[in-house]
């Protein structure tokens, strides 16, 4: 029975990049994501230049230019996920993170969502980094939950196999809808015959 679920902070809870933006800010508007999708075509093949494209962006969007690079140069909330542990994990499951970081970034980048977390483990206040064994077992061991009642997500294959290999189940995070079905797989109890 899977009592916990931890997650990796930056490609999963923290993201950066033109997929947030456009969840952000174009929020479902398909002529605005089309017009997107061919500006990052033209980037793609070199047609035209990142300073283009980020004006591009901007132009389509209607929003500033040092926002819209914010996106792009830094770390923004996984917004999507984050409504999505509120409305379906919080109240069920002990919630963790897992951060090859060098500094306590959650807080800056997710603000105060970081409390939706009973446990941060951080590798430079721990000595260790994933897929170190310990890491994970540092986790668990916080949440008082044995590793084979836990859920670990990350965007990186080798750190989900570690977690595999303290008896971890995880999830290979590639994008929010791959990822939700997965997890909703695991948590469904399977009826007794």
């Given at each position: 029975?899977?009592?916990?679920?931890?997650?990796?902070?930056?490609g999963?809870?923290?993201?950066?990049?033109?997929a947030q933006?456009?969840?952000?800010?174009?929020?479902?508007?398909?002529?605005?994501d089309?017009?997107?999708r061919?500006?990052?075509?033209l980037?793609?093949?070199?047609?035209?230049?990142?300073?283009?494209?980020?004006?591009?962006?901007?132009?389509?969007?209607g929003?500033?230019?040092?926002?819209?690079?914010s996106?792009?140069?830094?770390y923004q909330?996984n917004?999507?996920l984050?409504d999505?542990?509120?409305?379906n994990?919080?109240?069920?499951?002990k919630?963790?993170?897992?951060?090859?970081?060098?500094?306590?970034w959650v807080?800056?980048?997710?603000?105060?969502?970081?409390?939706?977390?009973?446990?941060?483990?951080l590798?430079?206040?721990?000595?260790?980094?994933?897929?170190?064994?310990?890491?994970?077992?540092?986790?668990?061991?916080?949440?008082?939950v044995?590793p084979?009642?836990?859920?670990?997500?990350?965007d990186?294959?080798?750190?989900?196999?570690g977690?595999?290999?303290v008896?971890?189940?995880a999830?290979?995070?590639k994008n929010?809808?791959?990822f939700?079905?997965?997890l909703?797989?695991?948590?469904?109890p399977?009826?007794?015959?």
């Open positions: 029975m899977i009592k916990a679920i931890i997650f990796d902070f930056f999963v809870v923290g993201t950066r990049g033109l933006f456009r969840r952000d800010h174009i929020k479902g508007d398909e002529a605005k089309k017009q997107i061919r500006l990052k075509d980037l793609n093949i070199g047609q035209i230049g990142y300073d283009d494209f980020i004006d591009g962006l901007a132009r389509i969007s929003i500033a230019r040092d926002t819209v690079l996106y792009t140069e830094e909330p917004s999507k984050l999505y542990i509120k409305a994990l919080e109240s069920k499951y919630l963790g993170i897992i951060s090859n970081s060098g500094a306590d807080e800056k980048i997710i603000g105060e969502d970081k409390k939706l977390f009973d446990d941060i483990v590798s430079y206040q721990t000595g260790h980094i994933k897929p170190d064994a310990e890491i994970y077992e540092l986790s668990a061991k916080n949440l008082k044995k084979e009642e836990c859920v670990f997500i990350d990186i294959l080798k750190y989900c196999q977690a595999e290999a008896g971890m189940n999830i290979w995070y929010f809808g791959q939700k079905t997965e909703e797989k695991l948590l469904t399977v009826a007794d015959n």
